[in-house]
């Protein structure tokens, strides 16, 4: 018998206690309640739709504030549908990019059918394979832990699937408004640019 | 404008629009109507030109790259569109700026019969997905229409996608 999963809630509200003034994008859908849960945040860019484009949103961000730390915090069913994703940003190598996948193996949304990553698709080898600077799947909280500062600071590219267990997580939404999130982390970002 | 007016200058011309609209980032899936544009946007280093897998990864990383205060540009052979589609409920709930620029095929003169139905399908898919859609047919006036996009898209945040004709473009001969 192995050890108990982690639970999602924790782990990425650990991860977010030490964001700074990170800028997070979340996918559509558990981990956008994820991040609502551990708090709301100007700086958080939440997905409720374009299901399988969280990374890529993060590639473009990262791309247009190399300054800043772009943490995409998404899901295994929602990596699983941009894959192709993983090949772009190895290829484009954005050094302030880090993509956490939140991983249950489970389509949360629909059902918790189970996805690719119950069935043996390892989503860090598909990213260290697709180039990325780092990549690993973290099991237990002490991995969690020292992949912290890496996620929120180390050289990337880097990945990190975390494993989690699947116990339902009371509801948590954020804003849904697109218009009202995306100009409030536009104003967040880029403050009297944000009108442009 | 003369500049404009060459079949070979376009792509050219359609570079210089995009530096004058502050385009920084740029996607790509590779394509032979593009070739020029995308050899002339590796080439600026004002620019940061990217190859994707899928068209539809250009859809949300503009979406974060105007989120991070980026203008930019998602170049595609009309074959990509479809893939795009569901994408576009980011840019509409979001009113986030998207200019696309797409080379046609499947019409003037086409001898693959495979890209006949995206060809006839990619406008009216563009539109009900909600993106303004400019075809341009004649190759001198393709520069004053991307321009004409580039404001739609930038000073009225909407999605704007400019059609490169076929006519414009060119066709394979089949024969060599």
Known sequence: MSAARLDRRDVVARILAERGDTLVVTGLGSTTWDAAAAGDHRNNFYLWGGMGGAAMVGLGLANAQPGRRVLVITGDGEMLMGLGALATIGTAAPANLAVAVVDNERYGETGMQETHTAHGVDLAAVAAGAGFAAAATLRTMDEVEAWIPRLLGGPGPLFAAVKVGIEPAPMALPLRDGAAIRARFRDAVLGGRAEE | ?176
């Open chain 2, 1 to 176: 404008m003369n500049r404009d007016s060459s079949m070979e200058d376009w792509p050219d011309a359609v570079f210089g629009v995009l530096g004058e609209a502050g385009v920084r980032q740029v996607y790509y899936v590779p394509d032979n109507g593009h070739r020029r544009l995308i050899e002339r946007c590796h080439a600026d280093n004002a620019m940061l030109a990217t190859r994707l897998t899928g068209e539809e990864e250009g859809v949300a990383a503009l979406t974060g790259a105007w989120l991070g205060g980026d203008r930019g540009v998602l170049l595609m052979q009309s074959s990509g569109v479809g893939k795009c589609i569901n994408m576009m409920g980011i840019v509409q709930e979001c009113r986030v700026p998207l200019l696309m620029l797409v080379t046609m095929r499947g019409q003037w003169g086409e001898f693959n019969p495979w890209q006949v139905p995206m060809g006839r399908a990619t406008a009216p898919v563009l539109e009900a997905a909600g993106v303004m859609v400019h075809a341009v047919d004649d190759a001198a006036r393709v520069a004053e229409t991307v321009r004409a996009a580039a404001r739609l898209a930038f000073d009225a945040y909407r999605p704007v996608a400019v059609l490169i004709g076929q006519r414009v473009v060119g066709f394979k001969d089949w024969t060599r």
